[in-house]
C-alpha cells in the first residue's frame, strides 16, 4: 500500500549481487522485511532513435525481442514509433533526430545465454554491424554479456536469477509468482494470419506462433548521478512511493549507491527489478528526455495515493510530445497515470535530478495483470 509520504529509517536492498553494471556484492546488508514493493512493475523504457533500420536488427535479431503488433504498422510505413518486447517489459523506440542514451546501463535477462552469443559472434568478421562493440565478462561469478548499440546506450544480459516465490497469504496451497514473469506482452508472429495483415514487418520480424522471446525482460535500468545525491533519491522513492530502497556503499568500488525495488522480494533483498543510482566523479550529459514508465501499487487508492503525494512534492508535470495532460486528481483518474521529471530534495525542493517517469495505475488500460 503506498502511504501519504511516509519516512523510513531503515529499508531493505532490492538486489543481492551488483558491479557498476548492476551487480554489487553486499552481504552486510540488512535481511529483507517487505514481501513485494510498491512499485510492481517497470514496464518500459523510451528511447529516440534516428533510425529503426539499426534499431529493429538490434533488438529483435540481436537481443532476442519481440515485435509489438499494435506498433508494426509503423514499421512498413519507415515512420512513428515501434516497440520491442521482452516478457512483461517494452522499449519504446519513437524516430528522432537526436539518440537518446541512459546514463549509464540496462540489465536484460535470458534462460540461457548460448544463442546470445552465438548471434554476437556472427557479425565478428562483418563490417555492418547493428551494434558497436561486444564482450564477455565475469560478474560476481555470473558471466555477462556487454553490448553497446550504434547510440551508446549500454546493455548487460545475463542469466536470469531464480524466481521469487510466496505462499498465497489467502489459500497457503498455491504460490504468487512474480509480476514480471506471469505476464508478458504480445508479439508479432510469421503466423499467416499476422503476415496476411501485417505483411513485411511480419514476415521480417514475426516469430513462431506460440514461442517466447529469448530476452526474458528487463532486470533494472541503472543511472550514474553526481555525487551526493543517492540518499536524497531514496528518500524522493520513499516519500512519493513509499517504495522499498537502501542507500549503501558498494565495496567493490567504494561508491555510494541508491537502489530502489520493484516487484517481489526475497529473503536477502534480492527484487524482481530494479532502479540503481550511482554517484560518479564523472561529467555527466545534460539530461536528453529519455523516460521510464512504471506501475505503481495494487490498486487505484495506491496509484491515487502517489500522485497526492507527487502534488504534494509539486513535481507532476505534463509533456507536450504526449496526448495525457494530468495536472490534477480528475485528470490522473481520466487517464490512469501521471508524469513527473524533477527528482527534488524533499526537505527543500531544490531539484537535484531529472528523470521523467510515466507513472501508472494497474486499471490502465495497457496493465497486463488483469
Not at 523504457?45 to 540481436?62: A, G, K, M, R, S
Not at 496476411?196 to 506460440?210: D, H, R, V
Not at 500522485?307 to 481520466?334: C, G, H, I, Y
Request: net charge negative; aromatic share 10%.
Amino acid at each position: 500500500t503506498v502511504h501519504n509520504r511516509a519516512f523510513h529509517s531503515t529499508r531493505t536492498s532490492s538486489l543481492n549481487g551488483l558491479t557498476s553494471s548492476g551487480d554489487i556484492t553486499s552481504s552486510s546488508l540488512p535481511p529483507a522485511i517487505e514481501k513485494t514493493s510498491t512499485l510492481t512493475l517497470l514496464e518500459h523504457i523510451n528511447l529516440n532513435v534516428p533510425n529503426h533500420d539499426y534499431i529493429l536488427d538490434f533488438y529483435i535479431n540481436v537481443l532476442g525481442m519481440g515485435l509489438d503488433p499494435r506498433r508494426a504498422e509503423n514499421v512498413n510505413k519507415g515512420s512513428g514509433t515501434v516497440w520491442a518486447n521482452c516478457g512483461a517489459s517494452q522499449f519504446h523506440l519513437p524516430y528522432g533526430e537526436e539518440a537518446q542514451v541512459i546514463p549509464g546501463s540496462i540489465g536484460l535477462w535470458y534462460d540461457d545465454l548460448q544463442q546470445l552469443k552465438g548471434r554476437l559472434a556472427s557479425y565478428d568478421d562483418k563490417d555492418e554491424k547493428p551494434f558497436v562493440q561486444y564482450s564477455m565478462e565475469d560478474s560476481n561469478g555470473r558471466e555477462t554479456v556487454r553490448i553497446m548499440d550504434h547510440y551508446g546506450n549500454i546493455f548487460y544480459c545475463r542469466k536470469g536469477n531464480e524466481p521469487i516465490v510466496f505462499q498465497n497469504p489467502i489459500d497457503p496451497s498455491q504460490t504468487l509468482d512474480e509480476v514480471m514473469r506471469s505476464v508478458t506482452q504480445p508479439i508479432l508472429t510469421n503466423d499467416p494470419s499476422d503476415v496476411e495483415e501485417f505483411s513485411s514487418a511480419a514476415e521480417k520480424y514475426g516469430i513462431p506462433q506460440g514461442q517466447p522471446t529469448e530476452c526474458k525482460g528487463i532486470s533494472y535500468v541503472e543511472f550514474l548521478v553526481p555525487q551526493k545525491r543517492v540518499s536524497r533519491i531514496a528518500e524522493f522513492y520513499d516519500c512519493v512511493f513509499d517504495a522499498t530502497t537502501t542507500v549503501f556503499t558498494d565495496p567493490a568500488t567504494e561508491e555510494d549507491v541508491a537502489i530502489v525495488a520493484f516487484g517481489s522480494i526475497d529473503e536477502t533483498g534480492r527484487s524482481s527489478q530494479s532502479l540503481i543510482f550511482r554517484e560518479t566523479t564523472m561529467e555527466l550529459p545534460p539530461y536528453d528526455g529519455h523516460h521510464i514508465s512504471l506501475y505503481v501499487g495494487d490498486s487505484k487508492d495506491d496509484f491515487e495515493q502517489a500522485f497526492k503525494n507527487a502534488m504534494e512534492a509539486q513535481v507532476v508535470w505534463v509533456n507536450p510530445r504526449f496526448s495525457d495532460k494530468v495536472t490534477s486528481l480528475n485528470t490522473a483518474k481520466k487517464w490512469k497515470q501521471f508524469r513527473f521529471k524533477n527528482m527534488i530534495d524533499m526537505k527543500i525542493g531544490k531539484t537535484y535530478f531529472e528523470l521523467e517517469h510515466e507513472v501508472r495505475s494497474v486499471e490502465h488500460d495497457s496493465w497486463l495483470g488483469k
